[in-house]
């Protein structure tokens, strides 16, 4: 006997029980669709605006040149490590795009794309990967947090800072990025469960890349779907095709216009594919198949952009190419920048880590200082 059924059945004349459980919520709204939303290559997609259409195709295009560039300056031993977002640049732009300049952006290492869409200069995106000096930019000048590796404790820092910012009466809205190994996390369930009593002003995005590492989704959770995940903590939960850069732009700004209305959270699920490793220290042939990578390639980011470009004669053969010449030329300039080396001051490490330095933390300092100045005396030394 369910619940429900249980209520009607109650013996007429006894004393009713005081509900132990009550629905405060109605399930159905919340739900995700049955299918992952999709606006390209469908009849949707001749309502789309040329410009928006051009706009999202020079950053997804720039965007995949940037992951090019990035994945061989780890080959060239100018990056420690990059985790490339090739397939998966549609979700990345969106992300950006959807956000106005005094929102704040919360990205995973993955994401660093998102944070160059957003506006942040490529050089200073990567030196975090580089290993160079700590985030590499000003968090509150560009309001993206640092590009956080841990998995998914972005997630209740952007709601503290959304939750903050609504009491303040300031209008900001959190964007928060984590992947689907990450929805496995406490830090996800705490922050999704926070996020929704608060009603605070968050929107969760989860790329669902079909693995973490090795793991393929289905190992590590039987959620019918991890949109589905929105309805247990009350928000509505958006199932939508990642590598559609219309749908992930209409999802995200609408879930973005609700936050900013006071109607609280939203989890979107962007279905997507890795197509390349983990990062440069991954073998994903290891744990795929080359067959369900060729899968994706006919579903491109690129490639549907392109394609509904030509098909309503907003673009050319020329203006596809101007395209791919703007984004060569920011990969260029990447590749200059990062060819340079840095002037870098190894007792920098100790600045910027706490207001007032731990006693560990200045003992450590005092003795690499002394280790610094014995170096070089010993190569004054040498010279002399
Ligand atoms: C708390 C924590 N545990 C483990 C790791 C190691 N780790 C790094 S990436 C990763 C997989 C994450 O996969 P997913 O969330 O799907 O993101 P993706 O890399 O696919 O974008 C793991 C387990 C970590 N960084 N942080
Ligand atoms: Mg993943």
Same mark, same amino acid.
């Given at each position: 006997? !369910? ?16 509900? /132990? ?7 159905? =709204?919340?739900? @995700?669709? /049955?299918?992952?939303?999709? +606006? ?42 990059? =985790? ?9 732009? /969106? ?43 000003? @968090? ?15 997630? =209740? ?6 939750? /903050? ?6 209008? +900001? ?9 990450? !929805? ?12 929704? +009593? ?25 959620? =019918? ?10 928000? @509505? ?13 209409? +999802? ?12 609280? @959270? ?119």
């Amino acid at each position: 006997m !369910t619940v429900t059924e249980q209520r009607g059945a109650h013996r007429a004349g006894a004393p009713t029980p005081p509900p /132990a459980w009550q629905p405060r919520t109605d399930p159905a =709204p919340l739900l @995700p669709d /049955a299918e992952p939303y999709r +606006v390209l290559g469908t009849v949707g997609a001749d309502r789309v605006e040329p410009e928006l259409l051009r706009r999202l195709y020079a950053e997804v295009v720039r965007g995949r040149r940037f992951n090019a560039q990035a994945t061989a300056l780890t080959k060239q031993g100018r990056l420690a490590v990059y =985790p490339s977002t090739t397939g998966q640049e549609a979700a990345e732009v /969106a992300a950006a795009l959807a956000l106005e300049e005094r929102d704040w952006l919360f990205p995973s290492y993955r994401d660093t794309l998102a944070a160059v869409a957003r506006g942040l200069d490529p050089v200073q995106a990567l030196t975090l990967l580089r290993g160079d000096r700590h985030t590499g930019y000003d @968090p509150r000048e560009h309001r993206i947090a640092p590009l956080c590796t841990p998995l998914a404790t972005q997630l =209740p820092h952007a709601v503290g800072l959304a939750h /903050a910012a609504r009491l303040k009466g300031d209008d +900001v809205v959190a964007l928060a990025m984590v992947g689907d190994g990450g !929805t496995s996390e406490g830090d996800f369930h705490e922050a999704l469960n926070f996020a929704a +009593v608060w009603q605070a002003p968050v929107v969760f995005l989860v790329q669902n890349n079909g693995y973490a590492i090795s793991v393929p989704l289905a190992k590590q959770t039987a959620a =019918p779907s991890l949109a589905h995940k929105a309805v247990g903590y009350g928000m @509505p939960g958006r199932l939508v095709d990642g590598n559609d850069a219309v749908a992930m732009h209409e +999802v995200l700004s609408d879930a973005v216009a609700r936050a900013r209305g006071g109607r609280g @959270p939203t989890l979107i699920e962007a279905v997507t594919y890795r197509m390349d490793a983990h990062t440069n220290a991954d073998d994903a042939t290891r744990y795929r198949s080359e067959s369900e990578v060729d899968a994706w390639r006919g579903h491109d980011p690129v490639l549907l952009l392109e394609r509904e470009l030509t098909r309503r004669g907003l673009m050319d053969e020329a203006g596809i190419q101007a395209v791919r010449d703007e984004a060569e030329t920011m990969a260029a300039a990447l590749r200059e920048h990062m060819n340079q080396d840095p002037a870098l001051d190894p007792m920098d490490l100790f600045t910027h880590v706490y207001a007032e330095q731990t006693s560990q933390l200045r003992e450590q300092a005092e003795q690499l200082r002394a280790e610094l100045d014995a170096e070089a005396e010993m190569s004054e030394g040498g010279r002399s």
